[in-house]
């Protein structure tokens, strides 16, 4: 089955900075990358998502990035604030398949 | 707000009992999907269900079961509680489009302690 690992479990910046969180996976037929975040005692939402005929996706602070000949993807948070202080989730899903596997979440600190 | 909605937010249960957390998915979604999330880890998958069967399984045990209704609402029944069921019970909606990704729409979850 596949297996994500995501990296780093913390992360923390200072305010104004960008921040980085990157994930691989190893069933090359995953084609759906979802990216989920969760504030504390909250379910996660998500936030944005990357098919794998796309290579880059942005949507205003943030930004995902897909490499499928590595397997890797990475969220990128430019211009980080307070409220973006949460835990972020990556997951991946095959073709066919109806189920994401998680990451194991980056907790990410922005202090102000 | 992802319109998927849980209850009871919050609950507490002794060793040995059962408990059922409900689930009303998003408008239009036809597929729900249970999480269990344990402190300070990612979402782990339970089961799926479809069309009131179940579709898809994780490495959890039979005590781990579901129902799906007509309307697509869905039950979570854990038999036998264990003081390690202690979680966030997530539940997911989502269609079953492939070409859509099959987005899923988490609730805001069920936090279950076992004592």
């Known amino acids: 089955g596949e297996n994500v690992e995501q990296h780093p479990s913390t992360l923390s910046v200072q305010e104004g900075d960008s921040a980085v969180i990157k994930c691989t996976y190893s069933d090359s037929a995953s084609n759906y990358f979802p990216w989920y975040k969760q504030e504390l005692g909250k379910g996660p939402q998500l936030i944005i998502d990357?098919?794998?005929?796309?290579g880059e996706k942005k949507d205003q602070r943030i930004a995902v990035t897909l490499n499928k000949t590595a397997k890797h993807f990475s969220l990128h948070i430019t211009e980080t604030q307070p409220e973006d202080s949460a835990v972020y989730f990556c997951a991946a899903k095959a073709g066919g398949s109806y189920i994401p596997t998680f990451g194991r979440g980056t907790s990410l600190i922005v202090h102000p | 707000e992802t319109g998927v909605t849980q209850s009871p937010t919050h609950l507490i249960k002794t060793r040995g009992q059962q408990v059922t957390l409900r689930c009303s998915s998003q408008s239009g979604h036809n597929t729900v999907s249970w999480y269990q999330q344990a402190l300070g880890q990612g979402p782990q998958f339970i089961f799926q269900y479809y069309r009131e069967e179940e579709n898809g399984r994780g490495n959890f045990p039979p005590r781990f079961s579901g129902l799906q209704f007509p309307n697509y609402s869905s039950e979570l029944n854990v038999n036998a509680l264990e003081l390690d069921d202690s979680a966030l019970y997530l539940c997911?909606?989502?269609?079953?489009?492939?070409?859509?990704?099959?987005?899923?729409?988490f609730g805001e979850g069920s936090w279950l302690t076992v004592v």
């Open positions: 990357i098919r794998s005929n796309v």
């Open positions: 997911a909606s989502s269609t079953r489009q492939l070409s859509s990704g099959n987005t899923i729409y």
